[in-house]
T-cell receptor, first 114, second 114 residues
Framework: TQLLEQSPQFLSIQEGENLTVYCNSS?????LQWYRQEPGEGPVLLVT?????EVKKLKRLTFQFGDARKDSSLHITAAQPGDTGLYLC??????????????FGKGTKLSVIP | DTAVSQTPKYLVTQMGNDKSIKCEQN?????MYWYKQDSKKFLKIMFS???????INETVPNRFSPKSPDKAHLNLHINSLELGDSAVYFC?????????????FGQGTRLTVV
């Protein structure tokens, strides 16, 4: 069972276009993170959202956490070739008394064509 | 200075062999993880180790065993390697997971079993 569903899996767009990536779950997360992974490297954190309804902006990237803390979205405005990469959402889920686990979605592979 | 380093970066080995991947972090974190990323880029947690408490993903075969000689190291030993074990393995570390902090990843070890 996949806890976090990301869509779309693949996205190829022209430079300058806008795009949105979605991360959905039936579980409630204490927080949700977005990571970006480039080929041959490990994922690197972009943002953490904690409060339901929270919106965070990072230059041209806008992240939103759903009111019920079950879903999130990443919106990129005026995409550039440097945005190309694998975008992963990760939810922090309680797995036991005082124990939490970071669970990843399957990722969205973004290609921005010059 | 590299925060999370794992060795080797590439590992090619024959079926049936036993191999180890080493991981070290210099961030002073209490929690370390091993993730497996398959050919479809799905990042799946295998183990998390927090202050000597080991949390095992029950879907991981018992041929995989993590070993932590101290807080800064979490090595992964794999017995009787199988073709299906081919993947990229990532080590990561963070502050305790309940703190909503960033997970720092190593560069990954690409394991190819032939």
């Amino acid at each position: 069972t996949q806890l976090l569903e990301q869509s779309p899996q693949f996205l190829s767009i022209q430079e300058g276009e806008n795009l949105t990536v979605y991360c959905n779950s039936s579980s409630v997360f204490s927080s949700l993170q977005w990571y970006r992974q480039e080929p041959g490297e490990g994922p690197v954190l972009l943002v953490t959202v904690v409060t339901g309804g929270e919106v965070k902006k990072l230059k041209r990237l806008t992240f939103q956490f759903g009111d019920a803390r079950k879903d999130s979205s990443l919106h990129i405005t005026a995409a550039q070739p440097g945005d190309t990469g694998l975008y992963l959402c990760a939810g922090r889920l309680r797995v036991g008394a005082g124990s939490y686990q970071l669970t990843f979605g399957k990722g969205t592979k973004l290609s921005v064509i010059p | 200075d590299t925060a999370v380093s794992q060795t080797p970066k590439y590992l090619v080995t024959q079926m049936g062999n036993d191999k180890s991947i080493k991981c070290e972090q210099n961030l002073g974190h209490d929690t370390m993880y091993w993730y497996k990323q398959d050919s479809k880029k799905f990042l799946k947690i295998m183990f998390s180790y927090n202050n000597k408490e080991l949390i095992i993903n029950e879907t991981v075969p018992n041929r995989f065993s993590p070993k932590s000689p101290d807080k800064a190291h979490l090595n992964l030993h794999i017995n009787s390697l199988e073709l299906g074990d081919s993947a990229v393995y990532f080590c990561a570390s963070s502050q305790p997971p309940q703190m909503n902090t960033e997970a720092f990843f190593g560069q990954g070890t690409r394991l190819t079993v032939v």
